[in-house]
């Protein structure tokens, strides 16, 4: 999931926050975003751009409830 994932002992060794980015990439999905939509919003929040990460979140949920 990130760079900092390491292999040891022939087994893959995850931290809390590679947890915390498959738990946020799921909820995403879980609101319908799409694949694309998706990683313009991890990116957004790996730049910790909040107000985007913000406005794609109202923007879904414009559309979702029409």
């Known amino acids: 999931?990130?760079?900092e994932v390491k292999k040891v002992m022939g087994?893959?060794?995850?931290d809390e926050t590679d947890f915390e980015r498959l738990s946020l990439i799921m909820m995403l999905?879980?609101?319908?975003?799409t694949v694309e939509e998706i990683k313009k919003y991890m990116k957004l929040?790996?730049?910790k751009n909040e107000r985007e990460c913000l406005k794609l979140l109202n923007k879904k949920k414009k559309r979702n409830l029409r």
């Open 1 to 3: 999931m990130c760079q």
């Open 45 to 47: 929040s790996l730049e």
């Open 11 to 14: 087994s893959w060794q995850y």
């Open 29 to 33: 999905y879980g609101l319908d975003f």
